[in-house]
């Protein structure tokens, strides 16, 4: 059984910044892709960040030069780092697990940005 905790998220005004955190346990294949998902609010869920566990990362678009994704693979912990944030950044964080076992997600965080 594999679980996903994630913590971090919150209420921040357009420009602050905050970091999520995503503590992934249970039996986990030490060759997997880690990442971060959001939904804002009636819209559908979105990639924002992803990196395997050899370190090569894809961002959404939307994110690209404001988000920075990093892990630590002995804590199978992965971590986003937001700066410049936005109100259209409101929105449902959830952390993914891709592994050979098959693919996880975290409860998921709320984060809010007002202008």
């Known amino acids: 059984q594999v679980q996903l905790v994630e913590s971090g998220g919150g209420l921040v005004q357009a420009g602050g910044s905050l970091t999520l955190s995503c503590v992934a346990s249970g039996r986990i294949s030490s060759f997997n892709s880690m990442g971060w998902y959001r939904q804002p609010p009636g819209k559908q869920r979105e990639l924002v960040a992803r990196?395997?566990?050899?370190?090569?990362?894809n961002y959404g678009d939307s994110v690209k030069d404001r988000f920075t994704i990093s892990r630590d693979n002995a804590k199978n912990t992965v971590y986003l780092r937001m700066n410049s944030l936005k109100p259209e950044d409101t929105a449902v964080y959830y952390c993914?697990?891709?592994?050979?076992?098959?693919?996880?997600w975290g409860q998921g965080t709320q984060v809010t940005v007002s202008s």
């Open positions: 990196m395997s566990s050899g370190g090569t990362t």
């Open positions: 993914n697990l891709v592994t050979i076992g098959g693919g996880y």
